[in-house]
């Protein structure tokens, strides 16, 4: 058989890992053959292929990114899209397609295999943790890494000059990142998208904080926003499969404390650092793991399934379970932040 790799959607560290572990596995065990299909679907739209065999793989278990490419295009928004995908798979003699990514390339997926008959397994990927059907995505822990040092970092500069410090995070519409990262950072505030932040509760927090003699850390979610008619957000251009480019919620909400506290309020944003580099260790097991059970899946002729993490096992679920409805953080978890806010 020969296989079909893609990466679509923000790319995260791990990817490399996954492709690694499904060539590696797939050649070895299997006697599979693999093509890699460049920047996710517009790999297999436009046959802009990569050859992908063992020696393509060595030594990109570490490296951040995806040596296929990765975008955001959406071939059901194509004309004739989903009959070029065949054609070109047909044409690369390409037998089943294992596709890495998120909510839309995995949406994207479901639709190929469900729908149009094409053989397709589906390996979870994104740093906002938000995928249905599994305890984890890689890429996400090491999203979380880099948003804690940040926080750990910002703390002694904010002691040092008296200062609130606004951290915006990524996460889209889940405070997945800003959670775990603001309670491993200890943060004094944590705003996320699941829950509307009211400012007059959030400035309370932070005068608190400064009346006992210490310096605010707000992390806030890309996505989090202000109860109705508080402040002013502005809604980003959109996507090719309709979501809003988001950011900014950070210097409107330093802007509002200062304002309102008359203290002074700067915002870092931490954006695609998060996303690039190395993966950490748990990324990299993770997405190996992934990889293995993926090429398994091909071997068993297991379509329409994605790998995913219960537990400490790697199950397959249906696809179109993992994209039904986006994970996010459920107010239990929020509720224990809480203790540590202001
Ligand atoms: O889904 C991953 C993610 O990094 C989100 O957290 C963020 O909102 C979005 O992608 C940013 O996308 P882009 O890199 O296309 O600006």
């Given at each position: 058989m020969?296989?079909?790799v ?15 572990a ?5 050649v ?18 436009d ?5 992908l ?10 490296r951040?990114?995806?040596?296929l490419?990765?975008?955001r295009?959406?071939p ?20 089943a397609l294992?596709a ?14 469900d729908?149009?008959g ?9 740093i906002?943790?938000d ?5 984890y995505t890689?890429g996400?822990d ?7 040092e940040?926080?750990d ?7 040092s000059?008296s ?15 800003a959670?775990?990262s603001?309670?491993?950072?200890g ?6 998208p699941?829950?509307t ?10 005068e608190?904080?400064f009346?006992?003699g210490?310096?605010?850390i ?17 809604t ?6 309709g ?5 900014g919620?950070?210097e409107?909400?330093a ?10 309020a700067?915002?870092t ?8 580099g ?8 993770l997405?190996?793991?992934?990889g ?22 790697i ?25 540590f806010?202001?």
């Amino acid at each position: 058989m020969r296989i079909g790799v893609l990466t679509g959607g923000g790319d995260c560290p791990g990817l490399n890992a996954v492709i690694r572990a499904a060539v590696r596995k797939g050649v070895q065990f299997y006697g599979l053959e693999f093509v890699g299909f460049r920047d996710g679907w517009k790999g297999p739209l436009d046959r802009m292929t990569k050859p992908l065999d063992v020696e393509a793989v060595r030594g990109i278990l570490p490296r951040g990114g995806t040596i296929l490419g990765s975008s955001r295009t959406n071939p059901l928004k194509v004309e004739g899209g989903v009959e070029r995908i065949k054609e070109n798979l047909a044409a690369e003699e390409v037998d089943a397609l294992i596709a890495i990514g998120g909510e839309d390339t995995l949406g994207v997926a479901t639709v190929l295999g469900d729908q149009h008959g094409v053989h397709v397994v589906g390996v979870p990927k994104t740093i906002d943790n938000d995928l249905n059907a599994t305890d984890y995505t890689f890429g996400f822990d090491t999203a979380v890494h880099v948003a804690t040092e940040a926080i750990d970092r910002l703390h002694t500069t904010a002691e040092s000059h008296s200062r609130a410090l606004i951290v915006e995070v990524m996460g889209r519409h889940a405070g997945w990142i800003a959670l775990h990262s603001g309670m491993a950072g200890g943060a004094n505030v944590i705003l996320i998208p699941e829950v509307t932040f009211d400012i007059d509760e959030v400035c309370g927090w932070i005068e608190s904080r400064f009346a006992r003699g210490y310096a605010p850390i707000v992390v806030v979610a890309e996505g989090a926003h202000p109860k109705d008619g508080q402040m002013q957000i502005q809604t980003g251009e959109l996507d090719a499969f309709g979501h809003a480019r988001l950011g900014g919620i950070g210097e409107r909400l330093a802007a509002e404390i200062e304002h309102r506290t008359k203290k002074e309020a700067r915002t870092t944003v931490l954006g695609h650092t998060q996303r690039g580099g190395t993966p950490s260790p748990f990324d990299r097991w993770l997405a190996t793991r992934f990889g293995l059970h993926a090429v398994d899946a091909v071997h068993d002729g297991d379509w329409g399934k994605m790998v995913a993490l219960r537990g400490t096992d790697i199950i397959r679920v249906p696809l179109a379970d993992a994209t039904k409805t986006l994970k996010t953080v459920p107010m239990s978890l929020y509720e224990e932040a809480k203790v540590f806010f202001g």
